[in-house]
């Protein structure tokens, strides 16, 4: 087993995650998240607020973030919310929701309520596993049941 703190492992890691190829970088981050620890928890949360970075690098760091439930996290989780694309906002949703912390109840709510498909769902499930009492429909547009 690899020490997470070992500056050996983590030097090789971060040497992954300045290459220039996005798909080292992509697998790096992976790594990182395996390898778990103080120095991958505070990396992970600094490339999933870098909005110069790959999308799927990004997308990544928040499943690992979320694999990791450190509550350290959860602001730079919630700022990643808004990031473009898919990936990034329905693995941050999904990390939120194995954290726990009720702090991201409000970013999760507006994800739900401005998103379709898939990350509303990761957002709905996340909410859920924060116990959260839904009161009123989602959707603007939701009819009330009968």
């Known amino acids: 087993m690899i020490d997470p703190d070992s500056p050996n492992a ?7 995650l300045r290459d220039i190829n996005k798909d080292r970088r992509r697998t790096a981050v992976i790594k990182l998240g395996m390898l778990g620890g103080d120095q991958a928890v505070r990396t992970l949360m600094d490339i999933v607020e870098n909005q110069q970075e790959d999308l799927i690098v990004r ?15 959860v602001t730079a989780l919630i700022r990643a919310l808004d990031a473009p694309g898919f990936q990034t906002p329905y693995n941050a949703a ?15 709510l507006n994800l739900a ?5 898939k990350t509303r769902e990761a957002a709905l499930q996340a909410l859920r596993q924060l116990g959260y009492e839904f009161e009123r429909p989602l959707y603007a547009d939701a009819q009330p049941e009968i």
């Not at 983590?10 to 992954?16: A, D, K, R």
């Not at 997308?59 to 439930?69: D, I, N, T």
């Not at 309520?113 to 498909?117: A, K, L, Q, Y």
Request: proline fraction near 2%; glycine fraction near 10%.
């Open 113 to 117: 309520d401005n998103s379709r498909d």
């Open 10 to 16: 983590v030097h090789v890691i971060l040497t992954e």
């Open 59 to 73: 997308g990544r760091a928040a499943l690992m973030l979320g694999k990791l439930r450190d509550d350290r996290a």
């Open 94 to 108: 999904i990390a939120l929701g194995k954290i726990g912390d009720p702090r991201a109840i409000d970013a999760l």
